[in-house]
């Protein structure tokens, strides 16, 4: 997003490069203390929910919990800067004729992304605050007498559960941008499309509860958040369904990104379907950390985000590199990525439905065959990446020079060169449609 935000939407630069300097480096700084407990005695062990009284009772004594506390309001801290500046920067910095209605969809999904970030992350700083305030001075807000542990989840997961849409929501922008391009015709519904994001970004602050049906909430509650959760699925099945008619009504090439582009779509829709399951509550009882869910979460997020992240740094890559990668690497990369993804993943759904729960290291014998291929399928997808890495140094320095629109791509990011010069473009452009196009001559 700061590479391309600006170059989609016509500006030199985002609004406040210091305070977008300050996120960066703020990132890399709150991810190095969330690992400083390996030198002060044991990491913090409290898994990556932190759930009280585990991570502030009179067990959870380890500095290495409160540098994973410290580090967790930084990353925060970087994601708040961050979103700020490309608010501003995309309410007030567009060139001229870009309008809120033809801006690029992955700068809507950016954009809906930075709402979601500014809505959520200060109640999860909020409850980081308060469980450093139980560690250091002894309060009583998640442990003791008097004390709320389930506060604790509430507040993680009203952040939690729109971080999942955080982290997608970009992957919708960038299969929109390659399903189009590749498609060669515009992207069908393109006004359903931006509602349908936003419709996900404000549903997803409804539906947090479905992360606690095990927890004896209040019936009534469990059952709203039951039914906004299914809810979900109505938005995402109009993106989904838009894809597939602009695939259907276009000429459609099968280059690399626009394979990956429809193996996320595959692997999205797969783990969409597990979620509605998912959502269910008396099934969500059943499948509760099992397996069935860590299947559910990794088609969604690695299926979905990981899969549209390479297909997008398949697609830009001659823009920022001016080289386009090496096409028969990125063929054996998505082949035996999109092979081993599903051995690794699909059988957990299985082992899951036969009661094996996760954060286990020893299981049923009956298993052992099931997860010893899941293991292998694992090593080999992670191995398999290592073609993506040797592709993008040997397109860097052996690639087809790309020229400055390689795709026929129709956003303003192709109208500059390739590599793109320092500010963006040597004269801001000015984004007129066809019809008024043919009106000027």
């Known amino acids: 997003a700061n590479y391309l935000i600006p170059l989609q939407i016509g500006a030199r630069d985002l609004a406040f490069p210091r305070i977008n300097a300050l996120g960066y480096w703020l990132l890399p700084t709150g991810g190095i203390v969330l690992y400083m407990g390996y030198f002060t005695g044991g990491a913090g062990d409290v898994g990556w929910t932190g759930y009280t009284p585990?991570?502030?009772?009179?067990?959870?004594?380890?500095?290495?919990?409160?540098?994973?506390?410290?580090g967790q309001i930084m990353l925060g801290a970087s994601s708040t800067l961050t979103a700020v500046n490309f608010l501003v920067t995309m309410l007030r910095m567009r060139a001229p004729g870009v309008t809120l209605m033809r801006l690029p969809l992955f700068s809507w999904s950016i954009l809906v992304t930075v709402f979601l970030l500014l809505l959520s992350i200060p109640v999860f700083t909020v409850a980081l605050l308060l469980l450093m305030a139980d560690r250091t001075f002894g309060t009583l807000y998640f442990s003791g007498p008097d004390s709320d542990p389930i506060l604790w989840q509430h507040l993680f997961w009203y952040f939690g559960h729109p971080e999942v849409y955080i982290v997608i929501l970009p992957a919708f922008g960038v299969l929109s941008e390659i399903i189009s391009t590749f498609s060669r015709r515009p992207i069908f519904g393109y006004t359903s499309m931006v509602y349908a994001m936003a419709t996900i970004g404000i549903i997803s602050f409804v539906v947090y509860g479905h992360h606690m049906f095990t927890t004896g909430a209040d019936p009534l509650f469990r059952f709203i958040v039951m039914l906004t959760t299914m809810l979900v699925a109505v938005p995402t099945g109009i993106k989904i369904f838009n894809w597939l008619a602009t695939m259907t009504g276009g000429?459609?090439?099968?280059?690399?990104?626009?394979l990956f582009a429809l193996g996320t779509v595959i692997t999205f829709t797969i783990?969409?379907?597990t979620g509605i399951i998912l959502a269910s509550i008396p099934l969500d009882i059943a499948f509760h950390d099992t397996y069935f869910v860590v299947a559910h979460f990794h088609y969604v997020l690695i299926g979905g985000?990981?899969?549209?992240?390479?297909?997008?740094?398949?697609?830009?890559?001659?823009k920022m590199v001016g080289k386009i990668m090496n096409e028969r690497l990125g063929l054996l990369h998505f082949a035996t990525t999109f092979i081993f993804f599903n051995a690794a993943f699909y059988p957990m759904h299985n082992v899951g439905i036969s009661g094996m729960p996760r954060?286990?290291?020893t299981y049923d014998e009956s298993l052992t065959e099931l997860n010893q291929f899941i293991t292998i399928s694992a090593m080999l997808f992670g191995l398999v990446q290592l073609i993506f890495v040797y592709n993008v140094i040997y397109s860097y320095k052996?690639?087809?020079e790309a020229g400055d629109n390689p795709w026929n791509g129709w956003s303003l990011e192709w109208a500059t060169s390739s590599p793109p010069p320092e500010n963006s473009f040597i004269e801001i452009p000015t984004l007129i449609t066809a019809e008024e196009a043919e009106k000027n001559e």
């Open 271 to 273: 783990g969409g379907i």
């Open 251 to 258: 000429s459609i090439i099968l280059n690399t990104p626009m």
């Open 398 to 400: 052996y690639g087809k």
């Open 54 to 70: 585990y991570s502030s009772g009179d067990f959870a004594t380890r500095p290495g919990t409160d540098f994973w506390v410290a």
């Open 359 to 361: 954060r286990y290291a």
């Open 305 to 318: 985000t990981m899969f549209s992240f390479i297909a997008g740094v398949y697609y830009w890559y001659p």
